[in-house]
């Protein structure tokens, strides 16, 4: 059977144009999605639990739904600071009501945007985001700034949906019509093919937008010869291409927020947005992961009023990245226990959070066995959105997107499971 | 079957000419009805001002730019914090509160339906996601066409049957409800960092003006048949002497519907500004509003602005951008591929400020102004011109003189040369204050059918109970009672059940949302014509299957079907 228009569940760039063949449950096929999204999509039963699966002394033993269920609402029920972390590969709906059940236990909710993108949105908060939608890009621009970012590798067809290569209203060949400007540490797959590969030092990153805001303010003067290992004269070259563009749209990833400076550095590329505005016209997108991440900021924002980090603890929703964001709440040991929801912090946590995990009763809802398995006392799989569940993602530039199901193994979806064990919580705890 | 019987309310219900007879409500199943048994619920309204549930024509509380608002704005979250309290969910934000906190307080003032005012056809599944989460109002989203390309070419190639099938196929896609016109042309011209200066300005690359897009939509809209009109955000909004452009649309608008109006033009404060530039600033609320008093297709909203803190969100990106170059404090802006735009920046209107204070008294002249209340709608374009929490405060200044007078005192001392303020003597009754905050409103959506604005039988049981007995006080000396009971209902009823008591939220609801499918016919089905599937194609970055919203964003659904006449 063959199903069109589908939609990857991978990263933030949300392909909906994706064919998927499938024979009885199996995905014999897979047309337009990147290496990445492919390998999602063919290997959609691969390394998926049969069912859940609790901690039995030093092993591990088979569970029902029902077993599972009641042990994660015990478990947050019993405690005093539970932690509700993940929840970037999962659907809106189920973010949803992961902030319900965090509101009504008193707890903290946070989703991977605290590792990733985190940084992005302090600066935004600060400077605000001259953005726009991704075919609006598309359409118009004539130069295309990557930054700390390697889509080639990360977002493979961010390029060919979206800039590069890919024919717009305004833009009938593109690759001919477009510049490419990639700024970076190191030359990768994306720099080279770029018109001008700007390599900076580590950590220069600071440096070298605020001698680009200078000349494109007329004030050259005060930049040395080299910043950050850039030549003036490439910077000016630089200056002179954005301003001289009908359309630019700059792209940044994890290189420019978690580089030293971090949130300072998104904010010197808005505000250097901003100036380059009053020339011509600009925008900035952060290149977001996984594929939901920028739907549990808008989820979270319009139930909460913050995009991340909420702390329910004293029944209002209050936020503070660095104090109540799922890295410094482990770190700190403050949680007595944690729902981890579609991500895998077992992957990319510092070491001494990870102690905590394991010291604290930890649930996973996570479809297949991943790093943060062997961390968990309780592991419920579900249906994967995009492949036998549907629901709503929000694409890295905010468009909402349902996401289709081509098959049904017969998991539940992670907002049944959560549901349900929202429900269980709302027994005891509803007033 | 769920009965409730109203007693002894003091009832002023325009759309029914019912002005102050103290009578008893009777509701079953939500609706409005003779009389009920003798296990009726009964609410006692001691003879308090009762009125149909508040409709609001225009705010923004729901949808992309609205959530940026908030995302981009920490500082206004803890401004508006409540803690969770039995079915209340905690509560965040000020001038762009959360989904609960806006429904919540919209129920605390007695409003019960909402018109979300601009919705980009492409993210219209944001907006409806938030409706779900927004439970004590029935909700509508005006649907942008701006910068719609197809919409602009058909314009170009004089084909207005086209015209109205691409707006019908878009409404019945993203479940919309009207059309929305924010500066025609000119979030277009944004895409490349232009503008354009008012309606016979050429849209670059599209060949069309924006007097030629408003005038093609309006003869769309009434091709379709939609309940309700245009609503045009005009060109050229905040500028000085705006209000020429403003005349020059207003004067070229068509009288076509006799039921309704042909225009609804949105905040038309911001749009009656005289003078050259910031230094020679004045209010031309004069001419205007007697443009709207000769020209009875035309309703306008005041898009009052009130002093204090607020932030500004609209479709008029470009507008957001001068904004954000006169404030200096922050700016997003979000640019729709083939549709329209956005800006956001926050603002804080200041007393000590002459150009604000001018602008406040402006939107009060309008709503004194213009002679027919059903002309005029009491809005503040929430939060553009502030939250909406203050339209109790709007309310008592156009009941007061007294309030006005003192109000007037407080603002920068130059304002008085540039105004007419003062000498306007007109004090607002309640039957007038009523007609402006739910039976125009719901008139001039086309939803009194359905049963909104009014409490006439089978009407929606949405039911506000304000703690005054308008016999008992003087608007125009009390303003202070006024402002009290307009903040808090005594009772706020929606669909025949209390939602809120004293302020205190009752029940967890869920609202209606209220959209609209034209039907075409034969011959007028757009999604199969080569050329759109094409621009879809080729030009979107969803694919057309992907586009329309799903049924199951919708919790409630209630779809008015029309019958388009081509």
Same mark, same amino acid.
């Given at each position: ?122 600066? %935004? ?18 130069? %295309?700034?990557?930054?700390? +970012? ?178 410094? %709440? ?45 961390? +968990?006392? +309780? ?53 | ?50 009125? #149909? ?18 995302? @981009?704005? /920490?500082?206004? @979250? ?63 989203? !005006? ?60 849209? #670059? ?29 005009? !060109? ?69 602005? @009130? ?10 990106? #470009? ?5 954000? *170059? ?86 920068? #001392? ?107 016919? /034969? ?14 194609? *080729? ?6 299957? !992907? ?20």
């Amino acid at each position: 059977m063959i199903h069109t228009d589908m939609v990857c569940p991978f990263c933030g760039c949300l392909c909906d144009d994706i064919v998927v063949e499938t024979e009885g449950n199996a995905v014999v096929r897979v047309d337009n999605a990147c290496t990445l999204g492919t390998h999602k999509l063919m290997n959609a039963s691969m390394d998926r639990l049969k069912g859940p699966i609790m901690r039995d002394g030093a092993g591990w033993r088979d569970a029902t739904y029902d077993e599972a269920i009641e042990y994660a609402a015990g478990v947050l029920l019993d405690a005093d600071r539970p932690l509700l972390y993940g929840w970037s590969s999962t659907q809106g709906e189920a973010q949803g009501l992961g902030v319900s059940m965090a509101e009504l236990l008193g707890g903290v909710i946070d989703s991977t945007t605290s590792v990733c993108h985190g940084p992005s949105i302090l600066a %935004i908060q600060e400077v605000g985001h001259p953005g726009c939608t991704l075919g609006q890009v598309k359409n118009r621009a004539d130069l %295309i700034v990557y930054w700390g +970012c390697n889509p080639t590798e990360a977002h493979p067809r961010h390029m060919s949906r979206y800039t590069t290569y890919a024919d717009g209203f305004f833009l009938q060949n593109s690759f001919r019509e477009r510049k490419l400007i990639v700024v970076d540490i190191r030359k990768t797959e994306t720099a080279s093919i770029a018109d001008e590969f700007v390599q900076i030092t580590p950590g220069g990153d600071y440096a070298v937008f605020s001698a680009l805001r200078a000349i494109v303010r007329g004030r050259g003067d005060v930049v040395p010869p080299t910043v950050a290992g850039v030549t003036k004269e490439q910077l000016e070259r630089i200056a002179e291409m954005c301003k001289s563009a009908k359309f630019g749209a700059f792209f940044f990833g994890v290189g420019l927020t978690m580089a030293p400076g971090r949130y300072k550095n998104v904010r010197n590329a808005i505000e250097l947005v901003d100036e380059l505005n009053r020339y011509t016209k600009w925008t900035l997108t952060p290149l977001r992961g996984h594929y939901n991440v920028y739907g549990s900021n808008e989820v979270f924002t319009w139930m909460t009023g913050y995009p991340y980090a909420v702390d329910f603890s004293r029944q209002i929703a209050f936020y503070n990245p660095g104090e109540t964001t799922a890295v410094d %709440i482990l770190a700190r040991k403050e949680c007595d226990a944690c729902l981890i929801v579609a991500s895998d912090p077992g992957a990319h946590f510092p070491r001494k959070c990870l102690e905590h995990l394991t010291s604290i009763p930890t649930v996973l809802i996570d479809p297949a066995r991943t790093v943060t398995t062997p961390l +968990c006392r +309780c592991q419920i799989p579900t249906a994967v959105t995009g492949i036998d569940a549907s629901g709503t993602a929000y694409r890295m530039d905010g468009v909402p997107i349902h996401v289709k199901t081509f098959l049904d193994l017969g998991y539940p979806t992670d907002t049944e499971v959560i549901g349900r064990i929202f429900e269980k919580v709302q027994e005891v705890r509803h007033p | 079957m769920s009965e409730l019987l109203v007693k002894n309310a003091y009832v002023i219900d325009p759309i029914n000419r019912i002005d102050g007879e103290v009578m008893d409500i009777a509701v079953r199943d939500g609706r409005i009805v003779e009389d009920v048994g003798p296990k009726a619920t009964v609410i006692d309204a001691e003879g308090c001002l009762t009125l #149909p549930g508040g409709v609001d024509s225009h705010t923004h509380v729901c949808g992309t730019k609205v959530n940026f608002g908030r995302y @981009m704005s /920490p500082e206004d @979250m803890r401004a508006g914090r409540e803690a969770r309290r039995g079915v209340k969910h905690a509560t965040s934000g000020y001038s762009v509160p959360t989904t609960y906190a806006n429904s919540y307080r919209y129920a605390v003032m007695g409003y019960t339906t909402l018109l979300e005012g601009a919705m980009a056809p492409l993210e219209a599944r944001h907006t409806h996601e938030e409706f779900s989460a927004t439970p004590l109002q029935d909700m509508m989203a !005006n649907t942008l066409f701006d910068g719609n390309w197809g919409v602009m070419n058909a314009i170009r190639d004089g084909d207005q049957d086209r015209v109205a099938e691409i707006v019908g196929w878009t409404l019945s896609a993203v479940k919309g409800f009207g059309i929305k016109l924010t500066n025609p042309g000119g979030t277009e011209a944004w895409g490349f960092g232009k503008n354009l200066t008012c309606i016979n300005d050429e849209v #670059p690359n599209f060949g069309v003006t924006p007097i030629e897009i408003i005038q093609a939509m309006i003869r769309a809209c009434e091709t379709l048949r939609l309940p309700h009109s245009v609503h045009l955000h005009c !060109n050229n909004l905040g500028n000085p002497g705006n209000y020429a452009c403003t005349l020059g649309t207003f004067n070229q608008i068509p009288d076509l519907n006799e039921k309704r109006q042909t225009l609804y033009a949105t905040h038309v404060q911001f749009h009656s500004y005289g003078g050259s530039d910031w230094k020679t600033f004045c209010s031309k609320a004069e001419p205007v509003a007697y443009t709207v008093n000769n020209r009875p297709q035309i309703v306008i909203d005041m898009g009052q602005v @009130m002093f204090g803190k607020t932030t500004t969100m609209t479709a008029d990106g #470009p507008m957001e951008f001068n904004l954000y *170059r006169l404030h200096h404090d922050k700016w997003s802006n979000h640019d729709v591929e083939l549709e329209t735009g956005s800006g956001i920046i926050p603002v804080f209107y200041r007393r000590k400020n002459l150009v604000n204070s001018i602008m406040w008294a402006i939107g009060l002249e309008l709503a004194l102004l213009v002679k027919n209340p059903w002309q005029c709608m009491l809005t503040t374009d929430n939060p553009n011109g502030a939250p909406f929490v203050k339209y109790p405060e709007i309310i008592a200044l156009l009941m007061s003189k007294k309030y006005r007078d003192a109000e007037f005192a407080t603002v920068h #001392p130059d304002t008085g040369s540039k105004v007419v303020l003062p000498a306007l003597d007109r004090e607002l009754d309640w039957n007038e204050i009523a007609v402006m905050t739910r039976a125009g409103q719901a008139k001039a959506l086309g939803i009194t059918g359905i049963g909104k604005g009014h409490l006439g039988l089978g009407a929606e049981a949405d039911i506000a109970i304000y703690p005054i007995r308008v016999g008992e006080v003087d608007p125009a000396q009390e303003y202070g009672k006024v402002i009290d009971a307009f903040s808090r209902t005594k009772y706020t009823i929606k669909r025949g059940r209390p939602v809120t008591r004293d302020g205190e939220i009752l029940v967890h609801g869920e609202n209606t949302t209220i959209w609209v499918d034209p039907k075409m016919g /034969p011959g007028h089905d757009i999604g199969h014509d080569a050329e759109f599937v094409k621009m879809f194609d *080729r030009y979107y970055s969803v694919r057309m299957s !992907n586009y329309p919203v799903q049924d199951e964003y919708l919790k409630r659904s209630l779809r008015m079907e029309t019958e388009a006449v081509f």
